[in-house]
């Protein structure tokens, strides 16, 4: 069976977005590129919710052909234009979204039968309600959790909703020099 891996930024207090739905607190460096750019490699597959979809549609197809684009833009627009992409939405069309496939119903469903196929790793880099959705389905695997040294009070709660315990084993913890603290849990 394929693993499903979360890869989400959160303040200390776990939000995803700021009270105005801003993520310009969050800190990424090389160091944090480096460790998405391994989990790439072990991935063939990437899940994203309609809004991140949208995000990432907008910037990487092109990322590699800007003029000051990074080792990280080259490396990560190549694997975005190659991977499979699956959007999760209930209000895109299939017609509305380009290079990816549409899952708009029964989500547990197709997930599970996506995880049941041959292949490499599914990663979801960011899509925090789609992360809640299956985090309460018990779907995802592997949580990379990289929190930042910020308080937000409020916002887009990554936690918020969650129906159940979810018990986790922690694989590898790093501090970065920005004060990031990134978190590798399994689920058990």
């Known amino acids: 069976m394929r693993k499903l891996v979360s890869f989400m930024h959160i303040s200390l207090d776990g939000f995803t977005t700021n009270s105005k739905e801003q993520m310009d607190w969050i800190v990424a460096d090389e160091e944090m590129f480096e460790i998405a750019g391994q989990q790439t490699l072990r991935s063939d597959t990437a899940l ?22 990074s080792k990280h833009d080259i490396e990560h627009s190549a694997w975005y234009s190659s991977v499979q992409k699956i959007v999760v939405s209930k209000t895109l069309k299939s017609s509305e979204i380009k290079n990816a496939k549409l899952f708009s119903e029964n ?15 599914i990663v979801m880099f960011g899509s925090p309600t789609l992360t809640r959705s299956l985090m309460n389905e018990n779907l995802i695997d592997e949580y990379w959790l990289f929190i930042n040294p910020i308080l937000l009070g409020q916002g887009n709660s990554l936690f918020k909703d969650l129906t159940h315990e979810i018990k986790l084993k922690l694989l590898m913890s790093k501090t970065f020099a920005s004060g990031v603290v990134c978190l590798h849990y399994s689920t058990i």
């Open 48 to 69: 994203y919710g309609r809004g991140t979809y949208e995000i990432m549609e907008a910037y990487w197809p092109t990322a590699a052909e800007q003029p000051n684009a």
């Open 107 to 121: 989500l547990q469903d197709e997930i599970r039968n996506l995880k049941n196929e041959q292949g490499k790793e």
